[in-house]
């Protein structure tokens, strides 16, 4: 069971993530903001982090910055919605800063869920041949 932290202030994203993880394989913490996220990242370790780019007090950018700048190697995943101009380079931008994948909005459930599996996935990969 992987633990996830995800950032996001839109409630209908809140759901869309719920419902990708009714199953109950995975234990999932939300975070409204970017205040909010890096409280729980202070308080406790998570598998991954999936966090919207645009929200109020800090922003994702923000959140990845100060994942990073703690040479956290937490596999995140970066979404937004925004703008159709401001997409692309806010997605530049995460990765730039150091998200290991983006996402557009609006994605299904499915779709999240496919991304944060394969993410998990290559971080336990990559765990174990550094153990070897």
């Known amino acids: 069971m992987a633990k996830i932290l995800i950032c996001e202030d839109d409630e209908l994203y809140q759901q869309i993530a719920e419902a990708a993880f009714a199953g109950g394989e995975h234990e999932v913490v939300f975070a409204a903001n970017g205040v ?22 800090k922003d994702g950018l923000e959140v990845i910055r100060a994942i990073r700048e703690g040479s956290v190697k937490t596999p995140i995943l970066a979404m937004t919605a925004g703008l159709a101009s401001l997409k692309e380079p806010l997605l530049v931008a995460a990765s730039a800063l150091g998200a290991n994948d983006v996402i557009q909005k ?12 394969a993410l998990l996935a290559k971080a336990v990969k990559d765990q174990k041949s550094i153990a070897v």
Do not use: K, Y
């Not at 609006?106 to 599996?117: G, I, S, T």
């Open 36 to 57: 909010q996220a890096l409280s729980h990242l202070r308080a406790s370790a998570f598998d991954l982090v999936v966090t919207d780019l645009l929200m109020p007090d």
């Open 106 to 117: 609006p994605f299904r459930p499915a779709a999240l869920r496919e991304r944060v599996d």
